[in-house]
């Protein structure tokens, strides 16, 4: 079971900015994929952004060219800049970890955009 801690969430107004962080307690290297997700209130959980082991990222239509998965290894954390926010995007944030087809969460950060 991989430890996940997540940080970075808040309320912002639309247009703004947030940069979430997910800390992992192995190395990052060793995750198969690490993706973002997201659950609105009344919603179904979704995928916002992964990047897998090799670099290789992809994005859910609604966030590309706003949201920006990154890692760094050296300090076993992967982020999601978030630019030009909109009401859409208010929702609690979950990271995950897949490892050989098993999947750890972390607890959520909220994100509350404002209009």
């Known amino acids: 079971q991989v430890q996940l801690v997540e940080s970075g969430g808040g309320l912002v107004q639309a247009g703004g900015s947030l940069r979430l962080s997910c800390a992992t307690s192995?190395?990052?290297?060793?995750?198969?994929?690490m993706g973002w997700y997201r659950q609105a209130p009344g919603k179904q959980r979704e995928l916002v952004a992964t990047i897998t082991t090799y670099g290789t990222t992809n994005y859910a239509n609604s966030v590309k060219g706003r949201f920006t998965i990154s890692r760094v290894t050296a300090k076993n954390t992967v982020y999601l800049q978030m630019n030009r926010l909109t009401p859409e995007d208010t929702a609690v944030y979950y990271c995950n970890a897949m490892i050989r087809g098993l999947g750890s969460w972390g607890q959520g950060t909220q994100v509350t955009v404002s209009s």
């Open positions: 192995v190395s990052i290297l060793s995750i198969d994929v």
